[in-house]
């Protein structure tokens, strides 16, 4: 690339999406989600720990960067994923009870 052409570094348009009316809720919502998808990371890590230690297998950190998962641990895995995404997204992604703003009560 030419010394004098500088990629941008972020897609056109606002820099954020905003998905809720409050900036606040949208800022905590765009944490849970970072912090969500840490701890998935952190899941799948400790499950290839297990797997090697079952396996009487050292788990070193090559050993853990190698370690390459069957399809049925994948699978395994994306359930639990997908499984996680449900718990946390369930209260944004199910229908408000009908009348509850209005009558101040907070959704579940």
Known sequence: MAAGNKRRRFANGPRRPKYLASVDA??????????????SALRERLDTHERLAAAERLP?????ERYAPT???????????????????RVLLEPEPAGARAAGEAPE
């Open 26 to 39: 949208d800022r905590a919502v765009m944490m849970i989600l970072a912090l969500a998808a840490d701890v």
């Open 60 to 64: 070193a950190p090559d050993a853990v």
């Open 71 to 89: 399809e049925a641990v994948a699978a395994a895995r994306a359930a639990a994923r997908r499984a996680m995404i449900d718990r946390v997204t």
